[in-house]
């Protein structure tokens, strides 16, 4: 992994382009999120447009991640597009090759889901101060669930009869999560307005995905061209402490 930032690239305006597609709803369209993450911008628009076979973006949340593991600093992005009928997740992680850092490699991985075979999105709310709610106070932190495989997440612990002096041995209990994809997006390390936009998106997704008009219309989406596979990879993302 590589320890340099990767260089924000200028990328040019192409409104033809479904990767610059403008949501009024939304406070960035996806290209201008894509450049302000500054993760290979291009790369990754790029990707995400081959990705969409034509399709026209409906919604979409950019999360970038960056965590330090010792000396590193370490930085991925993922990329969710929701169109009429399809989830496409795009996911990005570079790997420096050399201690000097000059060799790096990009590893991306692309995923689409049709709409129709996702079972469950999934909010979880964090606010401060929750005895002084009003309703105009921000949500500080929103986690973003979405399952369509049937994939399950499995959080195991000691398991205690709550006598703090008891010292035999209980076994262990745990909790099953169903989920593909998770995403936290805080107000501290992502802004506030990153995660009115993760709510807007889960919005979306639950219109399109039971069938709901769609909050925002548009064009008629043209048919996507073949494709000669899938490309496949479970993902399980939010921010490292």
């Known amino acids: 992994m590589t320890t340099q930032s990767p260089t924000p690239q200028s990328r040019p305006s192409n409104t033809g382009n479904p990767a610059a597609h403008n949501h009024a709803t939304q406070g960035q369209s996806l290209d201008q999120a894509l450049q302000q993450a500054g993760f290979y911008p291009r790369l990754v628009a790029d990707v995400v447009d081959d990705a969409l076979d034509g399709r026209e973006c409906l919604s979409h949340l950019v999360h970038l991640e960056t965590h330090f593991d010792r000396a590193e600093v370490r930085r991925h992005i993922t990329v969710l597009v929701l169109t009429e009928d399809m989830l496409v997740i795009t996911h990005v992680d570079d790997q420096q090759l050399d201690e000097a850092g000059e060799q790096i490699v990009a590893q991306i991985s692309t995923e689409s889901v049709p709409v129709a075979q996702i079972r469950s999105v999934v909010l979880s709310y964090m606010y401060s101060q929750p005895q002084d709610y009003k309703s105009s106070d921000p949500v500080r932190e929103l986690t973003v669930s979405i399952a369509w495989s049937g994939g399950q997440r499995l959080d195991m612990g000691p398991a205690s009869c709550g006598d703090p002096q008891c010292e035999a041995d209980h076994g262990y209990s745990g909790t099953i999560a169903q989920e593909d994809i998770v995403l936290r997006i ?3 390390a992502d802004g506030l307005q990153a995660v009115q936009d993760a709510k807007l998106f889960a919005r979306a997704l639950r219109a399109v ?7 925002v219309q548009h064009a008629t989406i043209p048919a ?7 490309f496949s990879n479970r993902l399980s993302r939010g921010h490292q402490r």
Do not use: F
Not at 224 to 230: A, L
């Open 186 to 188: 805080s107000a501290e």
């Open 224 to 230: 996507p061209r073949p494709r000669s596979g899938v």
């Open 209 to 215: 995905n039971t069938g709901n008009p769609a909050p």
